[in-house]
């Protein structure tokens, strides 16, 4: 027989192995909570009708209409990432930055911010400026390990600029609204792209061989036709996304009716440029579903995983192990963020969302964190997960379009810097905690939305919508047994 | 390796892609709903609970009716550390296990009781506590029909690696993370 004490590390054990082996995540979780349920049960642990609540998770996950908006996100995004708009951006503002050392680089990085929230994945951006930017960086002599980097690390900005999906997802884990999450990442996604710029101006001072100009007789004129076109291809989508962000961040919108609003004004954007056809709404539409299903079970994976990790005192058992940690808040921070840097060596940002922060986010608010500096940090340290290299998933994409010629191990050995300017940003944010928290001030505090409620303001007319995790058929069904 | 077999799981692949063709409709629909729902909210200054319930009722349907046909291109998200390592073999054999030790005990048992949920619902005739909000039964039948059909899809799967394995026919057990 296994000692109670003994059943939660364990169990969190037995979850590294299964999810190692490399089947479907969502099950492997699921697996794991059935399979430790099971000998819960069989150890009197708790009742058999313990696995009668799954269905009810289900139903609760089902029914929160702040997930609703992952699949508008995703949507809007696919959309106007099929728009061509990366293509005319990164193209106009390559010719417009061309000139200067170190002139493509920072076009990479700024469009990088930009499609990150505007088409809010990072495989889109990857992929356009591996497509588009790198063999010019390469023909006109960057380094091609810098080029890579700056390319990779450019991409996943996209995790921690809003609307991010990552921000949604830790938004509701932590119980804490998606407005002020998306007025906290403000701050570090700002500093982040300083820090990149920043280390492109010293590669250019220093090591100018790397990030040279592009040679005059490469260099367009630029006129009023190249300001047009770099005009028309930013201007109006840029509009769309601070339209839905403002209005999110303001509390006029909740994120899921501002998700459904800016797919709705992307589906016309496209229209107005004339790629609205029926395959480009067809593939945003399935990809959108498969993304949406794969995310949510993932969700419902690790619920029934955390409702037997908990059955067994898991969190009792996490709680112990990190607050007897030396160094109060920071020790604290300090070591979840190295557990999450290691974890994020092989776990995708979902699956560390999804069970990891449940468990850390009732310690941190015991220690007095402030838990939207605490999901900002976490996806600010998440993003390595997109640059480790060489599992890393924006290398992996940059790889699958790069040159034959590029060698991967320039790929890997160029996101190492990247990776530690990330870092950097990570122990900025612990040590300088206004970064994320001078921009959330009061009005996003209307959304003070604690859970799953439908529309905050709905309530003031009508009845408040309640997600009913507690219905009267469950305890009716408990009751019968 | 009986030929009924692979009809069943071709069956199945083929059932499962029709309802991951509604459930991708259902994310327009829910996309035109919901902001039809803001725009009257703005406009009007009213809300219907049932349309905004409605909003999640698209929302479980799109993913309780895609996640089967999701599985079968293999877009369930991995943990690939070491899978990219394995050789084509033995990730038949890993997803022929995986199928009938992880997949279908979860698929089996959460559908089993939810089951029980819905019939419950059904004989109740559950409605939303909210005024004006909609009939229960018709989500929890989704969350059952979904784990039916993942089920379904379990088989058709563990059918199609079995039938790899023995060489009976050829699967490509190439996998590429989800787009993110």
Request: hydrophobic share 55%; net charge neutral.
């Amino acid at each position: 027989m296994i000692s109670h004490d003994l059943m939660a590390p364990i169990m969190f054990g037995g979850l590294i192995i299964f999810l190692l082996l490399g089947y479907p995540a969502a099950f492997s979780l699921g697996a794991v909570g059935l399979f430790f349920a099971f000998i819960g049960i069989e150890m009197g642990m708790f009742q058999p009708t313990f696995l009668q609540a799954l269905p009810d998770r289900v139903f609760g996950i089902l029914s929160n209409d702040l997930l609703l908006s992952i699949p508008f996100f995703t949507f809007m995004g696919a959309i106007l990432e099929k728009c061509g708009l990366a293509e005319d951006m990164l193209e106009g503002l390559g010719q417009l930055f061309g000139p200067v050392r170190g002139g493509l680089a920072y076009a990479v990085i700024l469009v990088g911010a930009i499609l990150g929230a505007i088409t809010g994945t990072v495989a889109a951006s990857v992929i356009a400026m591996g497509l588009i930017s790198l063999p010019v960086m390469l023909r006109y002599g960057y380094n091609p390990r810098v080029a890579t980097g700056v390319i990779a690390a450019s991409g996943t900005i996209t995790q921690l600029i809003p609307p991010s999906l990552v921000l949604i997802v830790l938004a509701d884990q932590l119980g804490k609204s998606v407005g002020d999450m998306y007025a906290g990442a403000i701050g570090p996604s700002i500093i982040q792209v300083s820090l990149f710029c920043l280390f492109i101006f010293f590669l250019s001072i220093f090591r100018p061989q790397d990030v040279p100009a592009l040679p005059p007789e490469a260099r367009p004129k630029i006129d009023w036709k190249l300001l047009k076109k770099i005009l028309w291809g930013i201007v109006p989508s840029i509009a769309l996304i601070f339209l839905v962000l403002g209005t999110i961040l303001m509390g006029l919108a909740t994120p899921t009716e501002g998700g459904a609003m800016g797919s709705v004004g992307a589906l016309i954007l496209a229209a107005m440029n004339k790629r609205l056809q029926k395959t480009l709404v067809w593939e945003a539409m399935t990809s959108t579903m498969r993304i949406n299903a794969m995310v949510i079970f993932i969700l419902i994976g690790s619920t029934v995983f955390g409702l037997t990790f908990r059955g067994v005192d898991g969190d009792l058992w996490i709680e112990e192990l990190l607050s007897g940690l030396p160094g109060g808040q920071v020790g604290f921070l300090i070591a979840v963020n190295l557990f999450v840097f290691f974890l994020a060596f092989f776990l995708d940002y979902f699956e560390i969302a999804f069970i990891i922060i449940p468990l850390l986010a009732p310690v941190a608010e015991k220690l007095g964190i402030d838990l939207i500096w605490f999901g900002v940090l976490l996806g600010a340290n998440m993003q390595t997960s997109f640059m480790h290299p060489p599992f890393g998933f924006a290398l992996f994409y940059l790889r699958g379009v790069a040159p034959k010629s590029l060698k991967s191990s320039d790929i890997y050995y160029g996101a190492l810097p990247w990776v530690g300017l990330q870092l950097i940003l990570v122990a900025i944010i612990i040590f300088i905690p206004e970064t994320v928290t001078y921009f959330v001030d009061k009005p996003a505090a209307v959304f003070d939305a604690s859970g799953p409620s439908v529309d905050p303001l709905a309530g003031v007319e009508q009845n408040e919508i309640k997600v009913d995790s507690s219905s009267d058929i469950e305890r009716q069904l408990r009751e019968n047994k | 390796m009986p030929k009924q077999l692979l009809f069943f799981s071709s069956f199945i692949d083929r059932l499962n892609d029709r309802f991951g063709v509604f459930a991708s409709w259902l994310v327009l629909i829910a996309v035109l709903v919901s902001t039809a729902n803001a725009l009257i909210r703005y406009g009007f200054n009213v809300s219907s609970n049932g349309w905004l319930e409605a909003q999640w009722y698209l929302f479980a349907g799109m993913v309780m009716f895609g996640a089967a046909t999701t599985f079968r291109l293999n877009e369930h998200v991995r943990v690939d550390v070491l899978y990219a390592l394995y050789p084509n073999k033995f990730r038949l054999w890993l997803d022929f296990w995986g199928g009938i030790v992880f997949f279908l005990p979860v698929t089996i048992i959460i559908g089993y009781y939810s089951w029980e949920f819905f019939i419950t619902s059904v004989i109740q005739n559950e409605t939303s506590s909210n005024p004006g909000g909609l009939i229960r039964w018709p989500v929890r039948g989704a969350i059952t029909l979904g784990f039916f059909l993942l089920t379904l899809q379990g088989l058709s799967e563990i059918i199609k690696r079995y039938a790899a394995i023995i060489g009976v026919i050829k699967i490509d057990p190439k996998y590429e993370r989800p787009l993110q």
